[in-house]
């Protein structure tokens, strides 16, 4: 394999690596803060005194769908389980 052709394959496979790993460690928007806490589009965490006997869960809008995060009880976060590139969103639900 020629220096220029092993060059050309090693560029695109480490931007391929690294365009991944920027899809899966994307920063969350700033988060906003809630009754029971506060939530971004990665997550809510059910924080406040508030909500310390309910559950939250975290629910966003990406491609025109609304995907739901776990519900998670005082103290723990409910992450959502993909990290979309788009958002339209973000929100949680409490169950008291």
């Given amino acids: 394999m020629s220096h220029k052709k092993r060059l050309i394959t090693f560029v695109s496979a480490t931007s391929l690596v690294f ?4 899809t899966v460690v994307a920063p969350a928007a700033q988060a906003a803060s809630g009754y029971c806490g506060y939530y971004s589009e990665t997550r ?19 491609y025109g769908s609304i ?30």
């Fill in 19 to 22: 365009g991944l790993f920027a």
């Fill in 44 to 62: 809510a965490v059910n924080s406040a005194s508030a909500c310390s006997t309910g559950t939250v869960r975290s629910e966003i809008k990406a």
């Fill in 67 to 96: 995907h739901y995060g776990p519900y998670v009880g005082s103290g723990k976060t409910s992450w959502q389980p993909v990290n979309y590139a788009v958002v339209d969103w973000a929100s949680y639900r409490y169950l008291g």
